[in-house]
Structure formats: C-alpha cells, structure tokens
C-alpha cells in the first residue's frame, strides 16, 4: 500500500499533466497521509495522498499558502492541476501536488540558539499572519480541550496491556511495550498531583498545528518552507509553542537543551507578543498530555501500521526527562 499512490502514477501524472513519470520514491516519515516524492519530465514534486484530512479541509489551508508568503511566512504553494484543482480527487483518493524543495530537517543537537531562535520567529510570524483578517479565516472562538483525567488514561494504557497478553504470541514490539507501559501507570500514579487543574488558553488563535521537525524543511540555519498545514486549528498559543520546542530541542537521551527552548522563546517575541503565564501554563498542560496519552499504540494495534513506533520510545524517554525536571523546564518557559 505504500509503494505507490492508490490512483496509480499514470493517473497523478495525467491529472497535473506531468509526462513522464521517471522515478517514484516514498517517503515513510509521514502519519497522516502518505507522501512520495516525483522525478517527472516537467519537474520534481512531493505528492500527498490524503489518508485522515478531508479533501475541503486540504484545499481551505492550501489556499492559505499565497497569503501566508505574501506576509513573509516560508512556504510552498500547491501546483494546481490541469483543470486548475489545487486537490485533485482519483479513484476515491484525493491528492496534493507540491514542487520539490531540496532540505533538512535538524532536530536535537542539530540545533543550536541561533536556529531556535530563527524557529521561534518563524512561528511567532505564522501565529500573526494568520490572526490577519486578509487570510480570511473565521474569528477564532476560545478553544475548550478538557484536562485528560488520569482515571481514563490509566484505563486506556490497561486495554493496551490486555490486548497484548492476549495475543498468542507476543512479538519484539509487544515486549518492549508491556514495561513502558506499567511505568507509564506509574508515573500517573505518583505525578497525578501535579496534573494541571484548569487552563486559561490565553491568548489563542489559528495555529500550523504542527510545527514539528518533520515539517520544517531548513537550508543551512533557515527554515526554507513550512510544510503540512494538515492541523490548522484554533489552539492556544502558548501550546504550539510548548510543543514545538520541546520536540525540537529534545536529545536522543530524552533531555532537552533548555538553552535553546529559552532562544526560540526569545525569537517568538520578535513577532508575537506572550506573557510568561501563558508560556508556564502552556508547558505544563503539554506535559501531562504526554502523560496521560499512548496515541502511539492506536497506529500499531488498531490501523496495523508502525509509523508511530519510534516516536512513542523517544516521547517515552522526554516523557521521564521531563517528569524529573519539570520545575527547570517551567522555569526555562517563564523566561
């Protein structure tokens, strides 16, 4: 299912008029959709299928792409089909075609101040172009995500624990998941305390929704295009921010360069204005979200595909990182 776009590349290749298809290469790195990348007679592109996004909600944030590089967000706008569809739907799949960009994507002890502070001015300026009545979104409404109560996600963790010890015959995964999991209950058993009692989500907004290593394609120390604007969403701001930072600047080890978490912070600044509440506040809300959610095993166990698996061992280990140090992380957010 992941050699080849369901339509077929004949398809994909009449549909946007690109001659030739002269080499196909998936990409693995994507959860939501999958993606290839296209060597054609006309060009190089990156070709999305579209597997848990709607087709209208792909073309409302592809619209957005002009409108975002006019206001100097880097971005790259979807090549619209022969009949001028920026979506094209194909034998039941939908599909985005976008030009190839050439890039890296540094995450960890790639980073260094300066790159996170570069990051965090490019999502300052993300946050304010799309709070510009020019994108033509709706007016924002307070976004109310209940805080996860730990009485469910102990009970989601045990299904889990239940499903595996009822296979027949547990595979390397199943094992290496059974500790991770009882240490999981009992980090929520011991830090259930800490658990955040309410949230503010001041100030809120439109956000990417995903501003994650994997979507930021960098050349040298900038950010060359912002990608997948699947998860554009009203959220607080301080949570984009509190997510994106703690992903990037994580360490294979689980620890996070709190020195360049402080640098992007200070970046975000340069664009859009956040309190020191907000930011602490934020932080801790991402935190027990981590702890209380193994979004991870829904992937594995209920679609049958690994594409989450090493993310759940490396949230795993920034999961206990941060557990130990949440007090330095917090006082790092506050500035």
């Given at each position: 299912?992941?050699?080849?776009?369901?339509?077929?590349?004949?398809a994909i290749?009449?549909?946007?008029?690109?001659?030739e298809i002269r080499?196909?290469?998936?990409?693995?790195?994507?959860?939501?959709?999958?993606?290839w990348r296209?060597?054609t007679?006309?060009?190089?592109?990156?070709?999305?299928e579209?597997d848990?996004?709607?087709?209208e909600?792909?073309?409302?944030s592809?619209?957005?792409?002009p409108?975002?590089?006019?206001?100097g967000?880097?971005?790259?706008?979807a090549?619209p089909s022969?009949?001028?569809?920026?979506v094209?739907?194909?034998d039941?799949?939908?599909?985005?075609?976008a030009?190839?960009?050439?890039?890296?994507?540094?995450?960890?002890d790639?980073?260094d101040?300066?790159?996170?502070?570069?990051m965090?001015?490019v999502?300052?300026?993300?946050?304010?172009?799309?709070?510009?009545?020019?994108?033509?979104?709706?007016t924002?409404?307070?976004?109310?995500?209940?805080?996860?109560?730990?009485g469910?996600?102990?009970?989601?963790?045990?299904?889990?624990l239940?499903?595996?010890?009822?296979?027949?015959?547990p595979d390397?995964?199943?094992?290496?998941?059974?500790?991770?999991l009882?240490?999981?209950l009992?980090?929520l058993?011991?830090?259930?305390?800490?658990?955040?009692?309410?949230?503010?989500y001041?100030p809120y907004g439109?956000i990417h929704?995903?501003?994650q290593?994997?979507?930021?394609?960098?050349?040298?120390?900038r950010?060359a295009?912002?990608l997948?604007?699947?998860?554009?969403?009203v959220?607080?701001y301080?949570?984009?921010?509190?997510?994106?930072?703690m992903?990037?600047?994580?360490?294979p080890?689980g620890?996070v360069?709190l020195d360049?978490?402080?640098?992007?912070?200070?970046?975000?600044?340069?664009?859009?204005?956040?309190?020191?509440?907000?930011?602490?506040?934020?932080?801790?809300?991402r935190?027990?979200?981590?702890?209380?959610?193994v979004w991870h095993?829904?992937y594995?166990?209920d679609k049958?595909?690994g594409?989450?698996?090493?993310?759940?061992f490396?949230d795993?280990?920034l999961?206990?990182?941060w557990?130990?140090?949440l007090?330095?992380v917090?006082?790092?957010?506050?500035g």
């Amino acid at each position: 299912m992941t050699s080849s776009p369901t339509a077929g590349t004949d398809a994909i290749a009449r549909a946007y008029g690109l001659g030739e298809i002269r080499a196909v290469r998936y990409l693995a790195n994507g959860i939501l959709n999958r993606n290839w990348r296209l060597e054609t007679e006309r060009g190089v592109f990156a070709l999305k299928e579209l597997d848990e996004l709607s087709p209208e909600a792909a073309r409302q944030s592809l619209r957005l792409m002009p409108k975002l590089a006019a206001a100097g967000v880097p971005v790259v706008s979807a090549v619209p089909s022969l009949s001028g569809a920026v979506v094209v739907e194909i034998d039941g799949g939908a599909y985005y075609l976008a030009p190839w960009v050439e890039g890296g994507h540094p995450r960890g002890d790639e980073m260094d101040p300066g790159r996170s502070f570069h990051m965090g001015a490019v999502i300052g300026r993300i946050h304010r172009a799309l709070a510009d009545p020019v994108m033509g979104l709706r007016t924002p409404a307070r976004p109310e995500y209940p805080v996860a109560d730990p009485g469910k996600a102990r009970a989601r963790i045990q299904e889990y624990l239940a499903l595996i010890e009822a296979r027949p015959e547990p595979d390397e995964f199943d094992r290496a998941v059974v500790p991770l999991l009882h240490e999981r209950l009992e980090l929520l058993a011991a830090h259930t305390v800490s658990r955040p009692e309410f949230a503010t989500y001041e100030p809120y907004g439109w956000i990417h929704g995903d501003c994650q290593n994997w979507n930021l394609l960098w050349q040298g120390d900038r950010i060359a295009a912002v990608l997948d604007w699947d998860r554009l969403r009203v959220n607080a701001y301080g949570e984009e921010i509190a997510r994106a930072a703690m992903y990037q600047c994580v360490l294979p080890s689980g620890r996070v360069d709190l020195d360049n978490v402080r640098a992007l912070i200070a970046g975000y600044r340069t664009e859009s204005a956040i309190g020191a509440d907000a930011l602490v506040e934020a932080a801790r809300h991402r935190w027990w979200r981590m702890a209380s959610s193994v979004w991870h095993l829904k992937y594995h166990y209920d679609k049958g595909t690994g594409s989450a698996d090493e993310i759940l061992f490396s949230d795993e280990r920034l999961l206990r990182w941060w557990t130990a140090n949440l007090d330095e992380v917090e006082a790092a957010f506050a500035g």
